[in-house]
């Protein structure tokens, strides 16, 4: 019974450390390949590898310190913040599915990026613009997978685990993004998204208990629970929003 707990709770910790790094890693490489495309490898490649560093930096000085926290106030403090994002993405999500905000897409993203690089000009050596568009992408993208590994895997006790499962996103979405060299819309970034706000949720949830010293029934197994309670809000909440929208447009 125990081995199914810890496999159970070690699945959903690994999905959603998974799913969290492989969409922001969508959008940062959407970023470096429009950099790339319109002005040069070069530099995108050197604003990537500055970024990848100084996050490198970031999670060796961090992570240290976030171990030595009490566990109880560590994940007070860690299911908080997963409450705020979790609940962040999936009001983003309800929106999107429900046809009340438009859907992301990576296409537009590029085009965009490649518009605003455009109008930049050339620049003669390093093309600086370039590196510091390729910093910056990377950089708060490569943050957020950060943040998601640090608190996740660290409330868990399997930070081994969590970094595992963002290096396999981050080379999967690498090896997606060299094999189509620019297209990324055909990732369902959307429907990722849904599920890691859920997974993110279920993890707030459970760890703000914990840390207030509440009793989960079933103990770890509890977040397959919310995972599902939240899954049905969520098509309960997209589907009430997508008819008052069908409802709006008959009306108008």
């Known amino acids: 019974m125990v081995a199914v707990t810890v496999s ?48 490198t930096v970031l ?14 106030a560590l994940r007070l403090v860690v299911g908080g913040v997963l409450l705020i994002f979790g609940l ?21 993203i590029y085009q965009a990026k490649v518009r605003e690089l455009e109008g930049l000009g050339a620049s003669p050596g390093r093309d600086h613009a370039a590196f510091v568009m390729a910093f910056k992408g990377v ?21 081994g685990l969590a970094v595992v499962a963002a290096l396999v ?3 999967l979405v690498g090896a997606v993004g060299a094999g189509v060299s620019r297209q990324l819309s055909a990732v369902p970034e959307n ?6 706000g859920i997974l993110l949720t279920s993890f707030g949830t459970f760890w703000t208990g914990e840390g207030l010293r509440i009793h989960w029934p079933g103990s770890d197994t509890m977040l397959l629970g919310f995972v599902a309670i ?11 929003l997508r008819a008052r929208r069908r409802s709006h447009e008959v009306a108008a």
Do not use: C, N
């Not at 429907?191 to 890691?196: G, I, R, W």
């Not at 939240?230 to 009430?240: F, K």
């Open 169 to 171: 996103a981050v080379i």
């Open 8 to 55: 159970s709770s070690a699945l959903v910790l690994a999905g959603a450390v998974f799913l969290a790094a492989a969409v922001e890693m969508v959008e940062a490489l959407t970023i470096v390949v429009a950099v790339g495309h319109t002005r040069g490898w070069r530099s995108a490649l050197e604003g990537s590898a500055a970024a990848l560093g100084v996050l």
């Open 139 to 159: 950089f708060l993208e490569g943050l957020e997978v950060v943040i998601a590994v640090l608190t996740l895997g660290t409330s868990a006790h399997r930070l």
């Open 191 to 196: 429907a990722m998204k849904t599920v890691v």
């Open 59 to 72: 999670v060796a000085a961090l992570g240290p310190a976030l171990v030595r926290v009490p566990l109880d």
């Open 230 to 240: 939240y899954a049905v809000v969520v098509w309960v909440l997209a589907t009430s």
């Open 88 to 108: 962040q993405w999936l009001r983003k999500a309800v929106l999107r599915s429900s046809g009340w905000r438009a859907l992301h897409d990576e296409d537009a």
